[in-house]
Protein backbone atom coordinates (compact mmCIF):
# COMPACT_ATOMS: atom_id res chain seq x y z
CA UNK A 1 0.00 0.00 0.00
CA UNK A 2 2.78 2.27 0.44
CA UNK A 3 4.01 2.35 -2.68
CA UNK A 4 0.50 3.31 -4.03
CA UNK A 5 0.15 6.16 -1.57
CA UNK A 6 3.36 7.49 -2.54
CA UNK A 7 2.31 7.51 -6.06
CA UNK A 8 -1.18 9.38 -5.61
CA UNK A 9 0.84 11.84 -3.30
CA UNK A 10 3.25 11.97 -6.40
CA UNK A 11 0.81 12.72 -8.80
CA UNK A 12 -1.32 15.79 -6.45
CA UNK A 13 1.92 17.34 -5.61
CA UNK A 14 2.96 17.16 -9.39
CA UNK A 15 -0.55 18.57 -10.07
CA UNK A 16 -0.81 21.19 -7.30
CA UNK A 17 2.58 22.93 -8.65
CA UNK A 18 0.94 22.82 -12.91
CA UNK A 19 -1.91 24.87 -11.03
CA UNK A 20 0.65 27.01 -9.60
CA UNK A 21 2.97 27.40 -12.49
CA UNK A 22 -0.10 28.24 -15.11
CA UNK A 23 -1.20 30.78 -12.45
CA UNK A 24 1.76 32.43 -12.01
CA UNK A 25 2.79 32.33 -15.99
CA UNK A 26 -0.65 34.06 -16.15
CA UNK A 27 -0.73 36.56 -13.64
CA UNK A 28 -3.49 34.71 -11.05
CA UNK A 29 -6.24 32.66 -11.55
CA UNK A 30 -8.71 33.19 -14.65
CA UNK A 31 -11.97 33.57 -13.67
CA UNK A 32 -15.40 31.62 -14.36
CA UNK A 33 -16.74 31.68 -18.19
CA UNK A 34 -19.69 33.97 -16.89
CA UNK A 35 -18.61 36.38 -14.23
CA UNK A 36 -20.29 39.07 -12.34
CA UNK A 37 -19.28 41.92 -10.33
CA UNK A 38 -19.58 41.00 -6.43
CA UNK A 39 -20.96 44.64 -5.66
CA UNK A 40 -23.20 46.07 -8.30
CA UNK A 41 -25.37 49.19 -7.82
CA UNK A 42 -27.56 51.12 -9.85
CA UNK A 43 -27.83 55.53 -10.69
CA UNK A 44 -29.76 57.79 -12.40
CA UNK A 45 -28.27 60.98 -14.01
CA UNK A 46 -31.59 62.35 -14.19
CA UNK A 47 -30.74 63.29 -17.69
CA UNK A 48 -33.93 64.58 -19.53
CA UNK A 49 -32.11 66.17 -22.50
CA UNK A 50 -31.27 62.50 -23.54
CA UNK A 51 -34.83 61.34 -22.62
CA UNK A 52 -35.79 59.52 -25.15
CA UNK A 53 -34.19 58.60 -29.13
CA UNK A 54 -36.52 61.02 -30.70
CA UNK A 55 -35.17 63.76 -29.48
CA UNK A 56 -31.39 62.31 -29.72
CA UNK A 57 -31.48 60.66 -32.43
CA UNK A 58 -27.76 60.19 -34.03
CA UNK A 59 -26.01 57.40 -33.49
CA UNK A 60 -23.05 56.68 -31.17
CA UNK A 61 -19.77 57.03 -33.11
CA UNK A 62 -16.14 55.31 -32.54
CA UNK A 63 -14.06 58.50 -32.46
CA UNK A 64 -16.78 60.40 -30.02
CA UNK A 65 -16.59 56.98 -27.44
CA UNK A 66 -12.76 56.04 -28.56
CA UNK A 67 -11.01 58.31 -29.77
CA UNK A 68 -8.47 61.48 -28.53
CA UNK A 69 -8.53 61.77 -24.99
CA UNK A 70 -10.79 58.84 -24.50
CA UNK A 71 -7.95 56.68 -25.63
CA UNK A 72 -6.90 57.68 -22.02
CA UNK A 73 -9.15 58.54 -19.04
CA UNK A 74 -7.05 60.20 -16.17
CA UNK A 75 -8.64 60.87 -12.76
CA UNK A 76 -6.74 63.45 -11.24
CA UNK A 77 -9.03 63.95 -8.25
CA UNK A 78 -9.01 59.44 -7.76
CA UNK A 79 -4.82 60.07 -8.66
CA UNK A 80 -5.83 56.95 -11.12
CA UNK A 81 -5.19 56.71 -14.66
CA UNK A 82 -6.91 54.18 -17.19
CA UNK A 83 -5.65 53.15 -19.99
CA UNK A 84 -7.69 51.88 -23.42
CA UNK A 85 -6.47 48.22 -24.36
CA UNK A 86 -9.76 47.06 -26.62
CA UNK A 87 -12.60 48.50 -28.28
CA UNK A 88 -15.68 48.01 -30.16
CA UNK A 89 -18.83 49.15 -31.57
CA UNK A 90 -22.16 47.17 -32.85
CA UNK A 91 -25.56 46.89 -34.14
CA UNK A 92 -24.99 43.41 -32.15
CA UNK A 93 -26.61 44.09 -28.69
CA UNK A 94 -26.89 40.37 -28.02
CA UNK A 95 -23.35 40.13 -28.36
CA UNK A 96 -22.06 42.68 -25.66
CA UNK A 97 -23.80 40.73 -23.14
CA UNK A 98 -24.07 36.88 -21.91
CA UNK A 99 -27.66 35.77 -20.39
CA UNK A 100 -31.06 35.04 -21.39
CA UNK A 101 -32.49 37.48 -19.37
CA UNK A 102 -30.04 40.21 -20.39
CA UNK A 103 -30.01 39.69 -23.61
CA UNK A 104 -33.86 39.95 -23.40
CA UNK A 105 -34.31 43.03 -21.57
CA UNK A 106 -31.66 44.41 -24.98
CA UNK A 107 -34.04 43.35 -27.39
CA UNK A 108 -37.86 44.88 -25.56
CA UNK A 109 -35.53 48.25 -24.73
CA UNK A 110 -35.12 47.97 -29.02
CA UNK A 111 -31.55 48.41 -28.30
CA UNK A 112 -29.53 49.89 -32.10
CA UNK A 113 -25.48 49.75 -30.48
CA UNK A 114 -23.70 48.21 -27.58
CA UNK A 115 -20.26 49.69 -27.12
CA UNK A 116 -17.82 47.75 -24.67
CA UNK A 117 -13.84 48.64 -23.89
CA UNK A 118 -10.83 47.27 -21.67
CA UNK A 119 -9.29 49.60 -19.68
CA UNK A 120 -6.03 48.74 -17.58
CA UNK A 121 -4.22 51.12 -15.25
CA UNK A 122 -1.22 50.46 -12.52
CA UNK A 123 -3.44 48.80 -10.16
CA UNK A 124 -6.75 47.67 -11.99
CA UNK A 125 -8.06 46.33 -14.90
CA UNK A 126 -11.92 47.37 -15.85
CA UNK A 127 -14.20 46.68 -18.67
CA UNK A 128 -16.76 49.78 -19.71
CA UNK A 129 -20.31 49.49 -21.93
CA UNK A 130 -22.87 51.28 -23.55
CA UNK A 131 -25.71 50.53 -24.86
CA UNK A 132 -28.50 52.59 -27.04
CA UNK A 133 -31.31 52.35 -26.01
CA UNK A 134 -35.41 53.36 -26.71
CA UNK A 135 -35.59 55.85 -23.97
CA UNK A 136 -34.85 56.10 -20.24
CA UNK A 137 -37.77 53.29 -18.93
CA UNK A 138 -35.72 50.59 -21.15
CA UNK A 139 -32.49 51.72 -19.80
CA UNK A 140 -33.77 51.28 -16.37
CA UNK A 141 -34.98 48.23 -17.07
CA UNK A 142 -31.60 47.00 -18.47
CA UNK A 143 -30.28 47.84 -15.49
CA UNK A 144 -32.50 45.90 -13.32
CA UNK A 145 -31.81 42.93 -15.45
CA UNK A 146 -28.14 43.27 -14.70
CA UNK A 147 -28.88 43.15 -11.34
CA UNK A 148 -27.27 39.84 -10.32
CA UNK A 149 -28.99 38.20 -7.43
CA UNK A 150 -29.28 38.42 -4.11
CA UNK A 151 -29.31 34.54 -2.85
CA UNK A 152 -25.34 33.55 -4.37
CA UNK A 153 -26.85 30.07 -5.16
CA UNK A 154 -28.94 31.41 -7.92
CA UNK A 155 -28.46 31.69 -11.10
CA UNK A 156 -28.10 35.54 -12.37
CA UNK A 157 -29.80 36.62 -15.31
CA UNK A 158 -26.42 37.61 -17.04
CA UNK A 159 -24.10 40.79 -17.75
CA UNK A 160 -21.95 42.56 -19.68
CA UNK A 161 -19.58 40.14 -21.90
CA UNK A 162 -15.53 40.64 -20.52
CA UNK A 163 -13.92 42.62 -23.57
CA UNK A 164 -10.76 40.31 -25.07
CA UNK A 165 -11.62 37.49 -22.19
CA UNK A 166 -9.15 35.15 -23.54
CA UNK A 167 -6.33 38.01 -22.96
CA UNK A 168 -4.60 38.90 -19.75
CA UNK A 169 -5.45 40.92 -16.97
CA UNK A 170 -9.20 40.87 -18.57
CA UNK A 171 -9.02 37.01 -18.35
CA UNK A 172 -9.03 37.46 -14.85
CA UNK A 173 -11.66 40.15 -13.99
CA UNK A 174 -14.64 37.84 -11.48
CA UNK A 175 -11.96 36.09 -10.95
CA UNK A 176 -11.39 38.69 -7.47
CA UNK A 177 -13.17 40.79 -6.03
CA UNK A 178 -14.73 43.33 -8.42
CA UNK A 179 -17.63 45.84 -8.58
CA UNK A 180 -19.68 47.33 -11.20
CA UNK A 181 -22.00 50.66 -11.88
CA UNK A 182 -24.64 50.98 -13.89
CA UNK A 183 -25.77 54.69 -14.61
CA UNK A 184 -28.73 55.58 -16.79
CA UNK A 185 -28.41 58.29 -18.73
CA UNK A 186 -31.49 58.84 -20.51
CA UNK A 187 -31.88 56.98 -23.34
CA UNK A 188 -28.71 55.28 -22.38
CA UNK A 189 -27.00 53.14 -20.20
CA UNK A 190 -23.55 52.48 -19.24
CA UNK A 191 -21.60 50.06 -17.08
CA UNK A 192 -18.58 50.33 -16.12
CA UNK A 193 -16.32 47.34 -13.89
CA UNK A 194 -13.53 46.89 -12.24
CA UNK A 195 -11.08 44.84 -10.09
CA UNK A 196 -7.74 45.16 -8.63
CA UNK A 197 -4.96 43.24 -10.84
CA UNK A 198 -3.92 41.17 -7.50
CA UNK A 199 -7.29 40.35 -6.48
CA UNK A 200 -7.92 36.29 -6.17
CA UNK A 201 -10.76 36.12 -4.17
CA UNK A 202 -14.36 37.56 -4.56
CA UNK A 203 -14.78 37.26 -0.72
CA UNK A 204 -11.76 39.34 -0.06
CA UNK A 205 -13.70 42.96 -0.04
CA UNK A 206 -11.66 45.95 -0.75
CA UNK A 207 -12.98 49.77 -1.48
CA UNK A 208 -13.19 50.42 -5.32
CA UNK A 209 -14.98 53.71 -5.33
CA UNK A 210 -11.83 55.92 -6.63
CA UNK A 211 -11.39 53.18 -9.47
CA UNK A 212 -14.93 53.81 -10.25
CA UNK A 213 -15.33 57.11 -9.94
CA UNK A 214 -12.47 57.32 -12.16
CA UNK A 215 -13.80 54.82 -15.10
CA UNK A 216 -16.79 56.67 -14.99
CA UNK A 217 -15.19 59.17 -16.51
CA UNK A 218 -16.10 56.75 -19.97
CA UNK A 219 -19.49 58.43 -20.26
CA UNK A 220 -18.16 61.88 -21.40
CA UNK A 221 -19.13 61.95 -24.47
CA UNK A 222 -22.85 61.61 -23.35
CA UNK A 223 -22.06 65.06 -21.35
CA UNK A 224 -21.17 66.69 -24.63
CA UNK A 225 -24.45 65.45 -26.37
CA UNK A 226 -26.86 66.98 -23.49
CA UNK A 227 -25.04 70.39 -23.93
CA UNK A 228 -25.25 70.44 -27.47
CA UNK A 229 -28.85 69.19 -27.37
CA UNK A 230 -29.50 71.79 -24.90
CA UNK A 231 -28.07 74.98 -27.06
CA UNK A 232 -29.92 73.07 -30.12
CA UNK A 233 -33.26 73.62 -28.21
CA UNK A 234 -32.46 76.71 -26.89
CA UNK A 235 -31.51 78.42 -30.31
CA UNK A 236 -35.46 76.81 -31.73
CA UNK A 237 -37.09 78.18 -28.85
CA UNK A 238 -35.02 81.76 -29.55
CA UNK A 239 -35.78 81.66 -33.10
CA UNK A 240 -39.43 80.83 -32.85
CA UNK A 241 -39.45 83.58 -30.12
CA UNK A 242 -38.36 86.21 -32.74
CA UNK A 243 -40.41 85.19 -35.50
CA UNK A 244 -43.10 88.18 -35.62
CA UNK A 245 -47.12 87.16 -35.36
CA UNK A 246 -49.44 88.65 -37.91
Not at 31 to 42: D, L, S, T, W, Y
Not at 193 to 214: F, G, H, N, T, Y
Request: with cysteine; charged share 15%; net charge negative.
Amino acid sequence: MLPLLLGALGVAVVALVVVLVLQFATGGAEAPENPVPAAFQIHDSGSEVLATRETDSRPLNKSELFGGDAEQIDSKSQGITFQLQTSSLSKDCASAVWGTGVRTALADADCTQAARAGYTSEDYVGAAAMFNLRDTEAAQAVATALQPPKNPEADPSGFIAVPAAGEDPFSRLGAGYSAAEATVSGHYLSVVWVQPIDSKDPAERVSLVSPLIALNNFRDPLYSREVQLENFQQNQEAQQSTVPTS
